[in-house]
């Protein structure tokens, strides 16, 4: 079975940064797309930041020049690099991979999530 773990969240105050990990762990033939979700309390889960297996990412507008995804994929480990934080960024964070484990199709894995709370 395939496992991702987050870690790197906190509490932190308006204005700083947090750096998110995220290590996909168990049988793996090869990881496609990995991307950051999160979802505020009352809000839908949205997708924040994502990369491709090649390094092309993409960002929501609103996190755009503040929030940086990266990946080791000797590591199996996507990063969530979050500067500038604000209190509207509060959320659980959740790590998402698409992993080719045991058949031909890759499958969607979810980490359990992390809590980032930024206070004002």
């Known amino acids: 079975q395939v496992q991702l773990v987050e870690s790197g969240g906190g509490l932190v105050q308006a204005g700083g940064s947090l750096r998110l990990s995220c290590a996909a762990s168990g049988r793996i033939f090869r990881i496609n797309a990995m991307g950051w979700y999160r979802q505020a309390p009352g809000k839908q889960r949205e997708l924040v930041a994502g990369i491709t297996s090649g390094g092309s990412t993409n960002y929501v507008d609103s996190v755009k020049g503040r929030f940086t995804i990266s990946r080791d994929n000797a590591k199996n480990t996507v990063y969530l690099q979050m500067n500038s934080l604000k209190p509207e960024d509060t959320a659980v964070y959740y790590c998402?991979?698409?992993?080719?484990?045991?058949?031909?199709?890759?499958?969607?894995?979810w980490g359990k999530g992390t809590l980032v709370t930024v206070s004002s």
């Open positions: 998402n991979a698409n992993i080719i484990s045991g058949g031909v199709n890759g499958m969607d894995f």
